[in-house]
């Protein structure tokens, strides 16, 4: 049986670049590239990549980029973007939950909830940690945005979806104070027109939380910070309001 963020982005490539929330992909590069002093010898791992945005623009910029996805048609639309754009991207079709990269690269991208943290369990969002750990060099940089926990404890998580996505999920719409999960329904239409209703399920850590996360797979400089859509940077205290946060760790 599929999970559902299996089914959400089976076939619906062309409708989720046309979603707010990837406006701001220049901006993010900016700030990825200025964590990395801009070396341009630096090889990039894209986990989660979807139809390709960041990794993309990093290649434009003059980077070695390998990216992978669960979904084959956001691999595919990545693929044609890329050769569109004229650059060279490695694309591959992988489950960030059992990767085998070892001491490969010096940056790890994990960026908007591309695989980190849709699991099932917190076990699977664990070992996609884990994985990202293990594929980077020792002093490597790992950049990461996922659900900030604080917002849901001071915020309607479905006021907030209802206002600035493109879905409804007004007819259901549960977060779970015991385990931080939010569970949500919405009537899901393809890139061909074909509705289905989605049972959601997404996992909101606090700080504290995912710095013991990423303390236990290896990194010993954690910093997050509030991530605003397109304009990340270390001057963005985390807030209540910020339903996203940035986290910046360093491999020990």
């Known amino acids: 049986m599929k999970q559902w963020y299996e089914e959400f982005f089976e076939n619906s490539a062309a409708t989720y670049d046309e979603e707010p929330f990837v406006k701001g992909t220049g901006g993010e590069v900016d700030f990825v590239e200025k964590e990395i002093e801009f070396d341009k010898n630096a090889t990039i791992l894209d986990i989660g990549c979807g139809t390709g945005r960041h990794a993309i623009e990093l290649a434009k910029r003059g980077y070695s980029v390998t990216a992978v996805d669960l979904s084959a048609s956001q691999l595919a639309k990545a693929r044609l973007k890329a050769g569109a754009a004229n650059v060279s991207v490695q694309f591959k079709k992988a489950d960030g939950r059992y990767l085998d990269y070892n001491n490969q690269f010096d940056v790890v991208i994990m960026v908007c909830e591309g695989a980190f943290p849709l699991m099932e369990t917190d076990e699977m969002n664990f070992y996609i940690l884990k994985n990202a750990s293990n594929a980077l060099k020792r002093n490597g940089v790992f950049v990461l945005t996922t659900l900030n926990g604080l917002f849901p404890l001071f915020h309607s998580v479905k006021d907030f979806i209802n206002q600035y996505g493109t879905y409804d999920v007004s007819r259901v719409n549960t977060f779970n104070l015991m385990t931080f999960r939010d569970y949500s329904e919405y009537e899901h239409v393809d890139d061909e027109g074909n509705k289905k209703v989605l049972k959601c399920n997404e996992r909101y850590y606090v700080p504290s939380e995912i710095t013991w996360l990423l303390k236990t797979v290896g990194f ?18 985390l807030r209540t309001e910020d339903f996203e946060m940035l986290v910046i760790a360093r491999k020990g």
């Open 220 to 237: 010993s400089q954690i910093d997050i910070y509030g991530a605003e859509l397109g304009k990340w940077s270390r001057n963005n205290k």
